[in-house]
């Protein structure tokens, strides 16, 4: 089994940046982690979890954050970040990282492992 672990939330102005860090461990260690697909999601109070940003042999993001946030991954360290830009009060939600074997799945139910969830919230 894959555990997630993010880290990296917290309370921010609009305009302001955050950085989220998600560890992996178990299953998705060593050469294991650069076979997986790796994607941040969000959900708001009363919304259902939106896709975010995705990596796998390419990276590709949500309209409402392109240009402003960017999905990285470091395997050997089996690290997958998401740097958060021109934060915007919208962007509050609680952010999850995910796991999958597939490729450019952007539907939360196509993946498999799932972190915690870390609290970003942006005020206005």
């Known amino acids: 089994q894959v555990q997630l672990v993010e880290s990296g939330g917290g309370l921010v102005q609009a305009g302001g940046s955050l950085r989220l860090s998600c560890a992996a461990s178990?299953?998705?260690?060593?050469?294991?982690?650069?076979?997986?697909?790796m994607g941040w999601f969000r959900q708001a109070p009363g919304k259902e979890r939106e896709f975010v940003a995705g990596s796998s042999r390419s990276t590709w993001y949500a309209d409402s954050v392109k240009g402003r946030f960017t999905i990285s991954r470091d395997n050997a360290k089996t690290m997958v970040y998401l740097q958060m830009n021109s934060l915007k009060p919208e962007d509050t939600a609680v952010y999850y990282c995910?796991?999958?074997?597939?490729?450019?799945?952007?539907?939360?139910?196509?993946?498999?492992?799932w972190g915690q969830g870390t609290q970003v919230t942006v005020s206005s």
């Open positions: 178990g299953a998705a260690s060593g050469l294991t982690f650069s076979s997986y697909t």
């Open positions: 995910a796991a999958t074997a597939g490729l450019y799945y952007s539907s939360p139910r196509k993946y498999n492992f």
